[in-house]
């Protein structure tokens, strides 16, 4: 669906979504000088139709999850914590309960974790509420554990970032066409996704070489690791 979606969007929309995604905040504006007038809204009413931008209360557009997805790049933290925050935390506590109800019954022969009540404590409801607090804060260290994990979510292998990344680092590096070939960018938004991405936000040594050769003249990209 990302990829039909990104196979419909124009050179200067694709240029848009890149240039946002350079921004820490993901914002649309301001486009490129180029894009003014109804062209810059028709631009930014395409984008929002594809899905691949948000406008919020005070009526800025931002590059959403699905924009950021479209042109290879990782969602930011903040868009992932937010995504993240619309599913329950938690399961219900009957849920809780029963998962309880059967761990003890399973691995500990207990079966029921309800307290039986007398005018004192007896050694079932003292052990059983031992129990019950053991299980709850086993839960709750493993709902822990997995949003922690979830939120260290790295590029995707099959990512355009991460093919462009595998062409350049190559000894022989790749070319615009190349890198064009397995994204379906245009050369200028290639450019800034190499100016911006991968050498701003990503740091990495992108070197550039002029050469000519029987295939003519071409720019060779090469990734250069210390």
């Known amino acids: 669906m990302k990829e039909m979606t990104m196979n419909k969007m124009t ?5 848009v979504l890149v240039n946002a995604a350079l921004r820490e905040d993901g914002a649309v504006h301001p486009l490129p000088s180029r894009m003014k007038g109804g062209a810059a809204i028709k631009i930014v009413n395409a984008l929002a139709k594809h899905g691949v931008i948000t406008q919020e209360d005070g009526g800025q557009w931002r590059l959403n999850a699905v924009g950021y997805a479209a042109i290879g790049e990782t969602p930011p933290e903040r868009l992932l914590a937010k995504a993240e925050s619309k599913e329950p935390a938690e399961t219900k506590p009957e849920s809780q ?7 003890a019954s399973k691995h500990l022969d ?15 409801e003292t052990s059983v509420w031992a ?5 709850d804060a086993a839960y709750q ?24 990344i595998e062409l350049m680092k190559r000894p022989e590096g790749a ?8 994204t379906g960018w245009s050369a200028s938004t290639i450019r800034g996704f190499i100016s ?14 002029r050469v000519t050769d029987e295939q003519g003249k071409r720019t060779i990209y090469r990734i250069v690791e210390d």
């Open 141 to 164: 260290a493993g709902m822990s554990a997995a949003k922690q994990r979830s939120g260290k979510r790295g590029p995707r292998s099959d990512s355009k970032q991460a093919k462009s």
């Open 131 to 135: 129990i019950k607090s053991a299980l």
């Open 97 to 103: 309960d029963a998962l309880f109800e059967e761990i």
């Open 11 to 15: 050179s200067p929309q694709l240029t």
């Open 196 to 209: 911006g991405s991968l050498r701003k936000r990503l740091g990495l040594n992108v070197t550039s070489e």
């Open 110 to 124: 207990i079966d029921t974790l309800e307290t039986r009540h007398s005018d004192g404590l007896d050694f079932h």
């Open 175 to 182: 070319t615009i066409e190349q890198i064009a070939e397995v």
